[in-house]
T-cell receptor
């Protein structure tokens, strides 16, 4: 089976940088996805890492280290609208995703 | 495209009643996923289909739950009989081909069983 761990909550101020870590244990691994979910909304796809290294998409970046079974999502130049829950998800054998418990990010003025 | 469409958006029912949730995936997507989200258990995969065929239903909680996908543009998740512990938000998501890492979620159905 799969298990993922990520912090439950992170608080930061506007303009700051936040790093959300995700460690995983899985039998079979294809890659790590990140999703954002605002309160009352649906998860939306942010990024995917299949290979080691950093992927940058605007203010958000995602990193993967397969050897360490570890990844992170980096949120830069935080804005109030970034207040949401962020989920890492492992893509493993069977072409499905297993989601972590989510990290609630609170951005303060 | 309209995105993934789910209905109803909210459902309130009494324990013991049958509940049917509906989903229309994005046109051209051939994988469809049903999830349940609660505060206690997070986002759980219930079942997923590939080309209308159920591939993995290991997340379906028990026999009270069933899912069908009669064609590429429609799927249902049925709970019969419903119980209060089934109260949750149910999401349907779709993806194209082998890119299950990028799933498009519908707005969800908030189910309350009293």
């Amino acid at each position: 089976g799969q298990s993922l761990e990520q912090p439950s909550e992170v608080t930061a101020v506007e303009g700051a940088i936040v790093q959300i870590n995700c460690t995983y244990q899985t039998s079979g691994f294809y890659g790590l996805s990140w999703y954002q979910q605002h309160d009352g909304g649906a998860p939306t796809f942010l990024s995917y890492n299949a290979l080691d290294g950093l992927e940058e998409t605007g203010r958000f970046s995602s990193f993967l280290s397969r050897s360490d079974s570890y990844g992170y999502l980096l949120l830069q130049e935080l804005q109030m609208k970034d207040s949401a829950s962020y989920f890492c998800a492992v893509r493993a054998a069977g072409n499905k995703l297993t989601f972590g418990g989510g990290t609630r990010v609170l951005v303060k003025p | 495209d309209a995105g993934v469409i789910q209905s109803p958006r909210h459902e309130v029912t009494e324990m013991g009643q049958e509940v049917t949730l509906r989903c229309k995936p994005i046109s051209g997507h051939n994988s469809l996923f049903w999830y349940r989200q609660t505060m206690m258990r997070g986002l759980e995969l219930l079942i997923y289909f590939n080309n209308n065929v159920p591939i993995d239903d290991s997340g379906m909680p028990e026999d009270r739950f069933s899912a069908k996908m009669p064609n590429a543009s429609f799927s249902t998740l049925k709970i019969q009989p419903s119980e209060p512990r089934d109260s949750a938000v149910y999401f349907c998501a779709s993806s194209f081909g082998g890119s299950s890492y990028e799933q498009y979620f519908g707005p969800g159905t908030r189910l309350t069983v009293t």
